[in-house]
């Protein structure tokens, strides 16, 4: 019988990602999908091309009866739920030192949906989980959470809780269920596009491959794929917060450290 | 001689425990290994007939990592005999257990022993491999930590400083050796095995294990082989990943759930009751 995941924002980016690399490795998935209709519908066509039997589930995750719904769909599907991938978020782009241009309700929506909205998905298959015996939750967090960046004070903020959260719950949900998060930064996403425009979001790409330590700018599938670590074969980890963003967060190397060496070679050279 | 079609790894400390676990993970997975031991011949030796069981070329180098001159000459019989290197995986380290609350009994030598060993040898081992694992294109380092480092705990006060400061060079290296070279750090805690058992005697050993199980987060005692399969993973799969230090603890440090907020529920809970009644 093969194993179930249910994958939040799976529309589009990264969860769609996630969701056919799942149906590739032998997973069936519940694709869930808030407004993006046609996206959820793509992604099940292609999981269900990999050999997955596929559910597509609307909700709001912000709305508890709309997560335990999801969840009994699921489970009324395919009878049972392996893991439990969060990666539905909200944001909005809004400079940080415009603090007026954040309306409180848009920071409370952004706090329901990506705070909130995990909790109550967590809490609404807890039991199912459990009763695999072996399950595991990722949340797609961000190193916006970790450094205080990202698109907006709000989202930022949401993501330092969940990455607590995070924490909080992998105490109580094992032995049965393991919780990690995520921390990617930038990725190749129609999110990032449709946000920042496709010609900000080039530039933005190259100063990635340009000015990371791994000198590259990470597409879905490469934290899919770590995603797909963390529920496969993490059998150690749990409570952790993975910084995926290819060196992004080290940032550079202290210069004086550099501009140090380059004298001492300089002045080498003068006395040889 | 051209290079060697398998990739080559050198793993430090790995007559035994993780760094055994890793070499003989490694050479299941198509890897040709160096085993590395400062002490323990006979169990290097066994590790590296393992490994060759399993299909690799396996060779089997003394090095005492605290000493630069050995990391260069591991490194060196290491690109002779295969012409490259693609992963280096820190495993050998040192510590004498004294309790944190007894200063006097960590001297000044054994503290500086235990930063040789499991600071500077890292540092020169990586200093000794970085050409090569640059050559290689897309290598790995990956240091073996501990949670010691980032809870101030673990068999001394020497030690866990040791391993804060690993962390924090795992962070350093990462930044400059990029984008060839990703430099990640696992942190156990509890490994089953020699190491803890000749530290605690098999006693403690035991009733620790024993409590450790009944406590933690996921109920699970680590083996040599779990580790290893995490720092396997950080060599072949973690592609987006560097500079990082990833608990693998089963939850230790996540320590247990807040009595308070049990307490708080067991409190309403009794209310409730006698409201009802």
Same mark, same amino acid.
């Given at each position: ?9 799976s ?26 209709r046609?996206?959820?519908?793509a ?33 009324k ?21 415009d ?53 907006c ?34 990725m ?30 990470a ?9 797909l ?10 409570g ?10 080290l ?22 | 001689?051209?290079?060697s ?70 490194v ?35 503290? $500086?022993? @235990?930063?040789?060993?499991?600071? +500077? /040898? #890292?540092?020169?081992?990586s200093? &000794? %491999?970085?050409?090569?694992?640059? !050559? ?15 809870n101030?705990?673990?068999?001394s006060i ?8 690993l ?78 230090? $990833?608990? @693998?603890?089963?939850?230790?440090? +996540? /320590? #247990?759930?807040?009595?308070?907020? &049990? %307490?708080?529920?067991?409190?309403? !809970? ?8």
């Open positions: 019988m093969k194993k179930v995941a249910l994958v939040t924002g529309s589009s980016g990264l969860g769609a990602v996630t969701a056919k690399m799942l149906a590739g490795k032998g997973w069936n998935v519940a694709v869930h999908y808030a407004k993006g046609a996206g959820a519908d992604t099940a066509a292609e999981c269900k091309k990999l050999g997955a039997e596929v559910l597509v589930c609307q909700g709001d995750v912000s709305v508890d009866a709309d997560c335990r719904r999801i969840v009994e769909e699921a489970v599907k395919f009878g049972r739920l392996d893991a439990l991938v969060n990666s539905a978020g909200a944001t909005k782009f809004v400079d940080h030192t603090l007026e241009g954040l309306a409180s309700d848009d920071f409370a929506h952004i706090l329901m949906v990506n705070v909130l909205g995990p909790y109550q998905m967590i809490r609404a298959a807890a039991p199912h989980l459990k009763a695999t015996g072996d399950a595991s939750v990722v949340n797609v967090s961000s190193i916006s959470g970790v450094v205080a960046g990202g698109s004070h709000a989202y930022g903020a949401s993501k330092a809780a969940l990455n607590n959260m995070t924490k909080s719950l992998a105490r109580v949900m094992g032995p049965e269920i393991r919780v990690n998060a995520v921390c990617p930064g930038f190749n996403t129609p999110w990032m596009s449709s946000n920042l425009g496709e010609e900000r979001k080039e530039i933005y790409r190259k100063q990635w491959q340009t000015q990371t330590p791994l000198q590259m700018a597409e879905p599938e490469d934290v899919a794929e770590i995603i670590w963390f529920i496969e074969a993490a059998g150690l980890v749990t952790q917060i993975l910084v995926t963003d290819a060196g992004y967060t940032g550079a190397a202290p210069n004086h450290s550099r501009m140090a060496s380059e004298r001492r070679a300089a002045e080498k050279e003068k006395a040889s | 001689m051209p290079p079609q398998r990739k080559v790894a050198l793993v430090t400390g790995s007559a035994t425990g993780v760094g055994a676990a890793t070499c003989r993970l490694l050479a299941g997975k198509g890897w040709n290994v160096v085993v590395n031991y400062s002490k323990s011949r006979n169990e290097a030796e066994e590790t590296a007939a393992e490994c060759r069981k399993l299909g690799a070329e396996a060779i089997v180098c003394q090095a005492d990592v605290a000493q630069d001159a050995d990391c260069r000459r591991m060196d019989e290491t690109v002779k005999k295969w012409g490259r290197i693609d992963a280096m995986v820190s495993s050998a380290g040192y510590t004498k257990f004294v309790h944190h609350a007894d200063l006097e009994s960590m001297t000044s030598d054994e503290f $500086l022993k @235990t930063l040789s060993i499991n600071l +500077l /040898g #890292p540092f020169q081992v200093r &000794a %491999a970085v050409p090569h694992l640059k !050559a290689s294109g897309n290598a790995a380092i990956v240091f073996v930590s501990s949670v010691a480092g980032l101030g705990g673990g068999s020497a030690y866990s400083a040791s391993k804060a400061a962390n924090n060079m795992t962070k350093s290296l990462a930044r400059v050796l990029g984008p060839e070279i990703r430099v990640n750090a696992v942190c156990p805690a509890f490994i089953e095995g020699r190491w803890l058992v000749e530290g605690m005697g098999q006693e403690r050993y035991e009733a620790y294990k024993k409590n450790l199980v009944a406590t933690v987060t996921l109920r699970h005692a680590m083996t040599p082989d779990d580790v290893a399969q995490q720092i396997y993973w950080f060599i072949d799969g973690a592609s987006v990943v560097t500079g990082q230090v $990833l608990v @693998t603890d089963a939850g230790f440090t +996540l /320590g #247990p759930v807040p009595a308070h907020s &049990a %307490a708080g529920s067991e409190n309403r !809970a009794e209310r409730q009751k006698e409201r009802a009644s």
